[in-house]
Nanobody, 129 residues
Framework: QVQLVESGGGLVQPGGSLSLSCAHSGRTGSSTGMSWFRQAPGKEREFVAGFAWNGRTTYYSDSVKGRFTISRDNAGNTVYLQMNSLKPEDTAVYYC??????????????????????WGQGTQVTVSS
């Protein structure tokens, strides 16, 4: 079965940076797309960034566009999230997620939690002075 392992969370000051990693340990090719979500206290889990393994386009929520960058290591099925210019409102538990249904990610790119099949354990990101 699929396992997602996240790392890289921590405490940073406003304006600082963090880089998160997520390793997909399932069968090569089982995932058609991967995304990062986050969940702050008292809020719903929300889409942050994502991509399809067979595509080149990356997708971002409006709240992080221009500050966060999602990237991939195709050889190792590893996904990264580089977070710059962090704000206190970025404080949340960050999760990576894999979609493994179907043969390809649909269009428009899926941004709903229910569209993903496997989830990492989450890593805490706290932005505070």
């Amino acid at each position: 079965q699929v396992q997602l392992v996240e790392s890289g969370g921590g405490l940073v000051q406003p304006g600082g940076s963090l880089s998160l990693s997520c390793a997909h340990s399932g069968r090569t090719g089982s995932s058609t797309g991967m995304s990062w979500f986050r969940q702050a206290p008292g809020k719903e889990r929300e889409f942050v960034a994502g991509f399809a393994w067979n595509g080149r386009t990356t997708y971002y929520s409006d709240s992080v566009k221009g500050r966060f960058t999602i990237s991939r290591d195709n050889a190792g099925n590893t996904v990264y999230l580089q977070m710059n210019s962090l704000k206190p409102e970025d404080t949340a538990v960050y999760y990576c997620a894999s979609r493994e249904r179907g043969v390809a990610v649909p269009f428009p790119f899926p941004r709903a939690e229910s569209e993903y099949d496997y989830w990492g354990q989450g890593t805490q990101v706290t932005v505070s002075s």
